[in-house]
């Protein structure tokens, strides 16, 4: 296996989706409507294909649900999906030992890489993982959401490497380990425990786990 760059997905990878979503129900009780709306969007969105223009469909279709113009379902997932409710990280913490992997990485000589279905870098600033990344990925900039292949490929471009020298690691088996397999990556699965018969390299809990098996790979 060669390995010469480790790429995270955010959400519920870097940090616990738990703890989000805890921290996330006043804001949702306020939004119902619309975080049950665009929840469906999105399941809809990542099985559609081809898509156009990924921010104009996904408004289209919110506007559809809620009654509303386009323009004021675009308004409302920028400020309030995109804005308010990313307010909600300043109060959670990244998994133990996040930063220490990632340092341990760069310090093997490998880049480091991040993605997320959401905007990217206020949300590292929000954690405390600013700087510490070569590339930092939108997907939606790719036209595209996991597990769609686009992402996976922009980000194998960002870093300017092929899908087989990255290892892309993710929580979510169906979005990010079957999406980043399919383009011929390899993949990591942070999870309690890992999944009959799957098709991950690795399964972790422990992010010190994780480090150590790179380790073992490239050494």
């Given at each position: 296996m060669q390995i010469k760059a480790v790429a995270f997905d955010v959400d519920g990878t870097l940090y616990p989706n738990a703890s989000m979503y805890l921290r996330s129900i006043p804001f949702a009780l306020r939004r119902l409507c619309l975080m049950y709306s665009f929840a469906k969007v999105r399941r809809q969105v990542r099985k559609q294909r081809p898509i156009e223009d990924l921010g104009e469909t996904q408004a289209r279709m919110l506007a559809e649900r809620l009654r509303i113009s386009p323009e004021r379902a675009r308004e409302?997932?920028?400020?309030?999906i995109y804005g308010t409710w990313e307010e909600?990280?300043?109060r959670v913490s990244p998994y133990p030992h996040v930063r220490e992997c990632i340092e341990s990485l760069k310090e093997l000589g490998l880049a480091v890489a991040v993605t997320s279905d959401f905007p990217v870098d206020s949300k590292l600033a929000r954690l405390n993982l600013d700087g510490l990344f070569e590339c930092r990925l939108w997907t939606e900039r790719?036209?595209?959401?996991?597990?769609?292949?686009?992402?996976f490929v922009m980000l194998?471009?960002?870093?300017?490497?092929?899908?087989?020298e990255i290892l892309y690691v993710g929580n979510s088996y169906e979005y990010d380990i079957m999406g980043a397999k399919r383009v011929g990556?390899?993949?990591?699965?942070?999870?309690?425990?890992?999944?009959?018969?799957?098709?991950?390299?690795?399964s972790f809990g422990d992010f010190r786990e994780l480090a150590r098996w790179v380790r073992a790979k490239v050494a």
């Open positions: 409302r997932i920028d400020s309030e909600v990280l300043d790719s036209g595209y959401l996991k597990p769609h292949p686009e992402p194998a471009e960002c870093l300017g490497l092929a899908p087989h990556m390899h993949a990591a699965h942070r999870v309690k425990r890992p999944v009959p018969q799957t098709i991950a390299d690795f």
